[in-house]
């Protein structure tokens, strides 16, 4: 019987079993041995056996640390994911919400305009007067992934901690489209800062949504303006986020398989 090694990966993590110098070693041993006394035959059978004790020793401590090892890994893993599905299902609660103001601030700003051109106009779910709907444009909404564990994971090795490749590259790519989509941030923000400064210079807060005089606030052409342009990039920011919305919804189900897989 040939003495053989077993070779346990790539990584070199694998543990060597058996060497061929030790095969070849112990034969000589063997050939050595038919030529001492009995005595010293014994001495070299016990330092035989107890090399072959300590060896044995090694090569178990090595099993169990790389077996230490994958275990840590996979609770890394399990770790990382888990955080990430909690981020995901923030961002998706965020973006719904994103989206939903988004449809409030166009119905608002739809409502505002028809009321400076008519005493009549159509109220709707969310908009029953114009002083709700100077409150809902003035509200603040922004687009904002959640990125605390896409973060560890680049720290900690995202090669090491998420192995697919496929999930790993559509990990990455949700994140670079959600930072894309945040410049709709940049866009509806400071529009929002000016309706809030012209509203301040006429006195009125906008929180006050009962007690405004929608008809004084609507001649100033300056808010007028505001409120139109508010009203396009309302329309646009839902479209804008919907595949952002879509690749979240993927991920989320992706990353419930894969934990449910780990258990």
């Given at each position: 019987?040939?003495?053989?090694?077993?070779?346990?990966?790539?990584?070199?993590?694998?543990?060597?079993?058996?060497?061929y110098w030790?095969?070849?070693?112990?034969?000589?041993?063997?050939?050595?041995?038919?030529?001492?006394?009995?005595?010293?035959?014994?001495?070299?059978?016990?330092?035989?056996?107890?090399?072959?004790?300590?060896?044995?020793?090694?090569?178990?401590?090595?099993?169990?640390d790389e077996?230490?090892?994958?275990?840590?890994?996979?609770?890394?893993?399990?770790?990382?994911?888990?955080?990430?599905?909690?981020d995901?299902k923030?961002?998706?609660?965020?973006?719904?919400?994103?989206?939903?103001?988004?449809?409030?601030?166009?119905?608002?700003?739809r409502?505002?305009?028809?009321?400076?051109?008519?005493?009549?106009?159509?109220?709707?779910?969310?908009?029953e007067?114009?002083g709700?709907?100077?409150?809902?444009?003035?509200?603040?909404?922004?687009?904002?992934?959640?990125?605390?564990?896409?973060?560890?994971?680049?720290?900690?090795?995202?090669?090491i901690?998420?192995?697919?490749?496929?999930?790993?590259?559509?990990?990455?790519?949700?994140?670079?489209e959600?930072?894309?989509?945040?410049?709709?941030?940049?866009l509806?923000?400071?529009?929002?800062?000016?309706?809030?400064?012209?509203?301040?210079?006429?006195?009125i807060?906008?929180a006050?949504?009962?007690?405004?005089?929608a008809?004084t606030?609507?001649?100033?052409?300056?808010?007028?303006?505001?409120?139109?342009?508010?009203?396009?990039?309302?329309?646009?920011?839902?479209?804008?986020?919907?595949?952002?919305?879509?690749?979240?919804?993927?991920?989320?189900?992706?990353l419930?398989?894969?934990?449910?897989?780990?258990?």
């Amino acid at each position: 019987m040939r003495p053989y090694a077993v070779d346990a990966g790539n990584d070199g993590r694998g543990i060597i079993c058996c060497y061929y110098w030790l095969w070849n070693g112990l034969n000589e041993m063997v050939a050595a041995m038919m030529k001492i006394s009995r005595a010293a035959r014994r001495r070299v059978v016990f330092l035989i056996f107890e090399f072959v004790i300590i060896v044995m020793g090694v090569l178990i401590a090595l099993a169990f640390d790389e077996w230490r090892g994958n275990l840590d890994l996979d609770e890394r893993k399990k770790h990382v994911l888990t955080s990430l599905l909690i981020d995901l299902k923030e961002d998706r609660f965020d973006f719904n919400d994103f989206a939903t103001n988004s449809l409030k601030r166009a119905d608002a700003a739809r409502f505002l305009i028809e009321y400076s051109k008519s005493d009549r106009p159509h109220s709707s779910f969310w908009i029953e007067g114009p002083g709700e709907a100077i409150f809902q444009l003035a509200i603040t909404s922004r687009l904002q992934p959640t990125r605390g564990a896409f973060d560890e994971m680049n720290a900690t090795g995202a090669g090491i901690v998420i192995s697919d490749n496929t999930l790993r590259s559509d990990i990455a790519r949700y994140y670079s489209e959600a930072e894309d989509r945040m410049a709709i941030n940049e866009l509806i923000a400071p529009e929002i800062q000016r309706f809030r400064q012209a509203l301040e210079d006429m006195g009125i807060s906008y929180a006050d949504r009962q007690d405004i005089d929608a008809d004084t606030v609507l001649k100033n052409a300056t808010i007028l303006a505001i409120i139109r342009s508010l009203g396009s990039l309302a329309s646009f920011a839902p479209v804008y986020c919907d595949t952002l919305i879509l690749r979240n919804k993927t991920l989320i189900e992706t990353l419930e398989l894969s934990l449910a897989d780990m258990q």
